[in-house]
Each structure stands twice: as structure tokens, then as C-alpha cells.
């Protein structure tokens, strides 16, 4: 497969993943913030997911209308839905020979329903919550219709590894602003509502459920989100798939480079497979996923490298 | 059958071939069938029909992007959902003209890149040749595989008022729009169901079967399974989406000039495995952007030492490299002499009578005639840097004629042709607009073959007789029939 090919699959596919978290986070937070009593302050989303300053985060952090039009169609945010989907179509547009075309037509239309300036106007006037509920099924349209067809190739296990490296990023974000943006405010981490919302956000709330039983525990959602091997969204459990899909990608070859990176990942899984809630609040949550995000960074930037030739 | 309330406002132009109807005003045979077709449907109807037309292009991101102040905007290259028909009768004359047309520009690539017999037996002066920017000295005693330079052709077809063909001009370098051919016919599918069979049209998916074949003959290297790439200058190319769809339909690696490298003159790909060499390559790619060391230094779209590699024949390239020189509208004249010189036959196809403005008698009668005239660049095109002397002003033509003093060489003259016209559907109506034909022809080791069909392009403008896309041209589906 072309170093490029390779590229703009695996780039393709982050992008997919991201705009899911975004679009999931966002939904959720608009139904909490319709649940509080308090002013809802939407700066830990800000935070994950643009880079927004602290001045101009604090501008917008209560209005939920202005922080869905920034999130959605930002045009100076990177990681708006409109920036992230023109992106994951331009990259999908030059590989269109190695998707199946009901793929790409998918994903086409996906970013035609972006475009659509008709969802600025429901997000400023109408129910948001329709408008994020239309543009969730189109991810879940491109995951269905990707499993469904997608080759068991190559390019399927590029696909997979960016996905599957994006969501553990995006995880370890995620837990790491919001347990630590809650440093000012000691009592948000024992608020049942905060913890509710949270694992809502990122799908674990049945599964919590049905694994603790004693109420919303901050310890237990970091044993959750980060060592629970079953839940999808899992750290652990997304690092065992990229770990999954690269073996995948062994030939006769590439020896060297790919002990490289295989030596990475490796590293990495047991990092995690190996570390307990109370080794992990021993080294401090903060500094403990900073190290789990540099190792994520650095097995990109080595794929970027020996894989995807752009040295 | 003229009380149908689409057809009601029908009125045919005057001392043009009508396509649909005759000069009785009645419906032409091959157009009844549609035409009844269509009289069980209401205005609202096609109107319908045209939409989903529309959505089809767009969902299908067959597309191209504008770009305006930063942002993208997604254009789609209009589409009329009327078919234009052409009887067996007339496509048979097509085909044999066509492919004694292409033998002869073969034959005449292959003579002017070695011995220039034409020019010694005084059939095409030298300094025509020479003068040609397309003609390239890198090209002169380079052997390309089985002789063939010209594999793939877009041959431009119109009719004059009594309907018959003239060859506007040859397209030997990159000719584009074959997807459209393809992608038109899936759409009418769509919009007139059970119509095709009826109508006994022939089938045009076989392009990409056939030019997939006789890129595999022409690979250099006898193994079985030959690397075959489709060049591309990459998504913010107009033609992107005919790039795409041909290498999907091949099976084809679609590439960018940054995916390939020359190493000891063979060319390679950068994969995921490391390099793999390259045996064939169709390039989408001009000429002068192909290899930076010998063309434009400039070029980031095609591929350091390519040109090299061309030379000691350890890669194909289709089109062949300097394929302009046959192309180029000065040129244009002499294939007729072509014709009979190298193939001892009568052209099959009229040339349309072209003056060239570097010959003193010609400019002056071209001037003193500029009212019937169209006056155009040798290696213009997309309908850009001409002269329509019956509708351009004094002012223009004044401008146009110093420009041309400047350098007479470049351009040559052709009466105005009116172009034939054909029904075309919009604001609930049908009406006659001029079209053109495009067939692609595909030259293997074992011959040459034409798709039964082509892109038919549409000036959708009243009365324009520019069918060119950047210039408001639209397109149609083209009917072959059977019988």
C-alpha cells in the first residue's frame, strides 16, 4: 500500500473518531447544562477539544448556544465539526480507490449535512440536541457501513490503529481535565451529578452500573475509563487494539522498523496492564496520564515516520 | 405529438441540424420512443427526475471544488437528463472515421520523433513542426512500447447544418471527461428505468476493461503482474473525480507525483513495504509538469528523473510524452494530407476548412471575412482566447487582430459552424441548445477500439455555441443504438 494511502486512511479515521467524542460530549453536556442549578460552565469541553485561550474561554464558558456554534462551525477552531469532517472528506477524496464507495458516499454525506447551513440556525434557535442526534447517526452510518464492507486489509488496520489511537488520546484528555480542572472545587468530585454526566459522556454509564454497585465513585470511573479491559472506550482497551492491528501490519520486510514501534506499544500496554488505581494515584493522576499521552504522541510520530514516509 | 405541454415552446433553429426533429418538424425516428416515454410523464415529473439527478452527482461526490475566498465549494458539472441519441448508421461512420484518423496520427508521432519522412516529401512544412511549442527534442528517437503514442483519444465531433460530421479537433494528450460518459449512463438508468433495453442502446462500461488491457500489454517488464498507476496531480484537480473513479474501475494505484521516486532510471512507489517498481504509468499530468529536471523546474506535481527512465524504456507512459505536436491546431490542417500520405486512403471525416493566420494570403482573407469567422490559439483551449467574429464588437476585433500580428503562427481561423442542437430540459420545457460529441478511442498492440458512445457537451446558454465547461457547458448522456 502507498506510504500516502496509508496516511490519509489513518488520518481519515482519527478525524471520524474525534468528531464521535466531540459530538457525544457536546450532546451530553447540553443535557446537563439544561439540569443545573448553577450556571453551567462549559470551559472543561472548551479545553479538551480546541485550544482556545483562557481570556476568550471565559467570553463564551456559560453560553451553551455560542459554545455549540464554536464547537460546531468555529472556523478558527481546528477541531470544529465543519474542520474536522472537510478534513476527514479531503483525506477520504484521495483514497477513494481503496474505500468501498458506499463509504465514501456516506462520508460525503456527512460533510454535505456539515455544510448545511441550515444546522447553524437549529443550533442557534431550535432543539441542538436533534441537530447533534442527526450528525451521531452519520458516525454511526460510517462505522456500520466500514465494518460491514471495509476490506480485512491493510488499510482496515491503518484505519483501526488511528482510530483506536485517537480514542485512547481522547480518553486520557478527558479524564485528565476532568478530574483535574475539579482541583478549585474539591466537592465536584464527590457530586453525584458531575461523576453521572461525565461517565454519560463518554457511554460508560450502563456499564458502571452493572460494575459498581455502591453509588458514583471517582476512584471507580478512573478504574473504568482507564483499566476496564470490556469498555470500549477504555485506555487499556484501545491501546490492546492498536496494539491488535499492528501485528497485523508484520511482514518480512520492514524488520527494523517494526520491532521499533511494536517495541512501543508494547511498552505501553504493559505500562497500563500493570498499574492499579492506588499505584496510579501514587504517581499523581495528572503526571500518570501525561505519560500515557507522550507514549501515544510518540507511537504517531514514529508511524508518521517508518510508515507513512513523511520523514 | 406536439400538443405535450414540455414541447409546446419547441422551436428549432433556423439552418441548424436539428437532432430531434427533421425539417418538417416532425420527430426523427430514433427520438420517437424517448419521446413517448416521456409524454406519459408531466412536466413536473422531469422536473423531479432532473433533482434526483442532482442529488445523485452531489451524494456520489462526482464534483468539483471551487475554491473562493478559502472555502470550498462543491460544483457539480451540469447535467442534462434529456439523452442524445446517435443511429447505428451514423456511428458507424464515426468509428471507421475515427480509427483511420488515430492510425494516422500514430504513424505521424512515430515519423516526426525519427526519420520526418513527411517533411522531407514536403507533405508538412518544417518550420510548422518546429514552431510547435508541443514538439519536444527529448522525444526524437525515443522508442515507446509497440509504437503507440496516442493510446487514449478524445476526437471532438460536431455537424453542420446538413448533419454531417466534421472533426473539430483531436485531443492526443490527457483527454478528460470519459467518466462522465461513464457516470451519465448509470444516472439515466436511474431516471428512466426500463428505457435503455426498450430503446436497444449499447452498453459503454467496457472502457475501463479495455483500457486496463492494453495498459497491461505495454508494460516493459514481461511479468505477469505488472505495476499499473494512474497519476494524478491530486484532489485539487478539477478532473479529480474522473481520476479516482478510473483507477477504482482498473483496480489501478492512483498516485501523486510525491508517491513515486526514480532510482538508477526505473521508477518506484513509497509503500508501506518500501519501493516498488513502477512498470506503467497513466499520467493525468501535463507534459511540461511531469519531470522538473527536464520540463518546468518549477512542477511539484510529476517526479524528478521520470523523463529519464521514459527514455531507457523502463516505464510506459500513456499518453506518450510530446503527443502535442499532433494535436495542435496549425497541425490540425495537414491530417487530412496525413491521411492520404501515410495510409493511401480518402479521410472518412471532414476536417473543418482552417486558415492559418501564418500565412500572409490566408490572414488577410481571414481579416477581410472576420464577420465569419472564428479566430483561435493553436495550443488554447477550454474555449479560452478566441474570437467569435460574428458576435464580437469593433473594439475586440481590433484588439484581437494586433494580438495576432504579434505572432500570426499561433492561430488559425475556421468559418463559424453552427453546431447541431439538441432538446434539452429546463424551467419545466424542452429546448434546442447546441452539443458536440466527444467518443474515446483507445489505441492497444491490438488495435484500436471505440466505446459505443462519448461525451456529448452542451452550450446551455441560448444561442452559445461554447460548449466548454469552464465556460457554462453542461453535458449528456449518449445514446448508441443497437439497430
Known sequence: ?311 | MLELDFLQQYRPEPNTWDEMFNSDNDIRQPYQKIINYLSQESAEDLNKKEELARKLFMSQGITFTVYNSGEGIEKIFPFDIIPRIITAHDWEIIEKGIKQRLKALNIFLKDVYSNMFIIKDGIIPLEMIYSCPHFLREMHNVKVPHDIYVHIAGIDLIRDFDGSFYVLEDNLRTPSGVSYMLENREITKRLFPDLLPQCKVRSVTEYPEILYRNLMAISPRQISNPTIVLLSPGIYNSAYFEHTTLARLMGVELVEGRDLLVDNQRVYMKTTNGRQQVDVIYRRVDDEYLDPLVFNPDSILGVAGIMGAYRKGNVAIVNAIGNGVADDKAIYTYVPDMIKYYLNEEPLLKNVPTYQLGNPDQKEYVFSNIGQMVIKKTNGSGGYGMLMGHIANDDEIQTYKSEVDKDPRQYIAQPTISLSAAPCFFNKKLYPRRIDLRPFALCGPDGIEIVPGGLTRVALKEGSLIVNSSQGGGSKDTWVLAS
Open chain 1, 1 to 311: 500500500m502507498l506510504s500516502r494511502v496509508a496516511s490519509n486512511l489513518y488520518w481519515l479515521s482519527r478525524y471520524i473518531e474525534r468528531s464521535d467524542g466531540i459530538l457525544r460530549m457536546l450532546k451530553i453536556n447540553y443535557a446537563s447544562s439544561q439540569d443545573a442549578l448553577q450556571e453551567f460552565s462549559w470551559a472543561p469541553v472548551i479545553k479538551i477539544y480546541s485550544r482556545l485561550e483562557e481570556s476568550k474561554i471565559r467570553e463564551i464558558e456559560f453560553n451553551s448556544r455560542k459554545v455549540l456554534l464554536y464547537m460546531f462551525s468555529g472556523s478558527d477552531n481546528l477541531n470544529s465539526i465543519v474542520n474536522i469532517i472537510t478534513l476527514a472528506r479531503e483525506n477520504a477524496r484521495s483514497v477513494q480507490d481503496h474505500i468501498p464507495k458506499d463509504l465514501w458516499q456516506c462520508l460525503n454525506e456527512y460533510y454535505h449535512l456539515v455544510k448545511d447551513k441550515r444546522l447553524i440556525q437549529l443550533l442557534q434557535k431550535d432543539d441542538p440536541t436533534s441537530v447533534l442526534d442527526e450528525l451521531i447517526k452519520q458516525v454511526m452510518l460510517y462505522y456500520g457501513i466500514s465494518e460491514v464492507t471495509m476490506e480485512r486489509g491493510e488499510g482496515r488496520s491503518f484505519m483501526n490503529i488511528g482510530k483506536y489511537l485517537e480514542r485512547s488520546i481522547q480518553s486520557a484528555d478527558i479524564l485528565d481535565i476532568k478530574f483535574s480542572t475539579s482541583g478549585d472545587d474539591p466537592d465536584l468530585l464527590t457530586s453525584a451529578s458531575y461523576l453521572k454526566y461525565l461517565l454519560l459522556s463518554i457511554g460508560a454509564y450502563d456499564l458502571y452500573l452493572k460494575t459498581y454497585r455502591q453509588g458514583f465513585d471517582a476512584e471507580n470511573i478512573l478504574e473504568l475509563v482507564i483499566l476496564n479491559n470490556d469498555f470500549p472506550r477504555s485506555v487499556l482497551y484501545s491501546v490492546n487494539n492498536i496494539n491488535r492491528y499492528f501485528e497485523r501490519l508484520k511482514t518480512n520486510k520492514d524488520i527494523i522498523e517494526f520491532k521499533e514501534l511494536s517495541f512501543q506499544i508494547g511498552r505501553l500496554t504493559s505500562m497500563i496492564r500493570y498499574s492499579t488505581i492506588g499505584s496510579i494515584e501514587q504517581q499523581g493522576l495528572h503526571i500518570y496520564l501525561g505519560l500515557i499521552k507522550k507514549e501515544l504522541y510518540s507511537i504517531g510520530n514514529s508511524l508518521n515516520v517508518h510508515y507513512f514516509a513523511n520523514s
